[in-house]
């Protein structure tokens, strides 16, 4: 038989818990919408799925815990996904850097009459050294 909660508040152990994975949600979203620093690679990197995911969690999370949370909790949920919902759509506006300019392809000099002919279509590369 499925067990049934009985105190909606919870302990204020609970709370601590729930505020703590609140809070680490809303850091892995600011890590990929790159507001702050990826401590992996010291670096801040935008990678708006990875954020969408995250904010898309604490929705679900507000969701399924309506009703259940005490006003701390729920206060905080609120503010972390307001705040949240906001530098996403401020990311999701903003210019991305754009990609260098590519060079435009070299001609390619003709093959060396010493080169060896192959046949093989495996073969895509010859090394010859000059003297």
Same mark, same amino acid.
């Given at each position: 038989?499925?067990?049934?909660?009985?105190?909606?508040?919870?302990?204020?152990?609970?709370?601590?818990?729930?505020?703590?994975?609140?809070?680490?949600?809303?850091?892995?979203?600011?890590?990929?919408?790159?507001?702050?620093?990826?401590? !992996?690679?010291?670096?801040?990197?935008?990678?708006?799925?990875?954020?969408?995911?995250?904010?898309?969690?604490?929705?679900?999370?507000?969701?399924?815990?309506?009703?259940?949370?005490?006003?701390?909790?729920?206060?905080?949920?609120? !503010?972390?996904?307001?705040?949240?919902?906001?530098?996403?759509?401020?990311?999701?506006?903003?210019?991305?850097?754009?990609?260098?300019?590519?060079?435009?392809?070299?001609?390619?000099?003709?093959?060396?009459?010493?080169?060896?002919?192959?046949?093989?279509?495996?073969?895509?590369?010859?090394?010859?050294?000059?003297?």
């Amino acid at each position: 038989m499925a067990e049934v909660q009985q105190d909606t508040l919870g302990s204020s152990e609970d709370t601590l818990r729930f505020l703590d994975m609140v809070a680490l949600f809303g850091t892995q979203a600011m890590i990929a919408l790159g507001k702050l620093t990826n401590p !992996a690679t010291g670096k801040a990197e935008k990678n708006m799925p990875a954020a969408r995911l995250f904010i898309d969690t604490l929705e679900m999370l507000e969701k399924k815990t309506k009703g259940n949370l005490n006003s701390d909790e729920t206060k905080v949920l609120h !503010a972390t996904l307001t705040d949240l919902r906001l530098m996403y759509v401020e990311e999701a506006k903003s210019p991305t850097a754009s990609p260098p300019p590519q060079e435009s392809p070299k001609p390619q000099e003709p093959a060396k009459p010493d080169a060896p002919a192959s046949d093989d279509p495996k073969v895509k590369f010859h090394k010859t050294y000059e003297p």
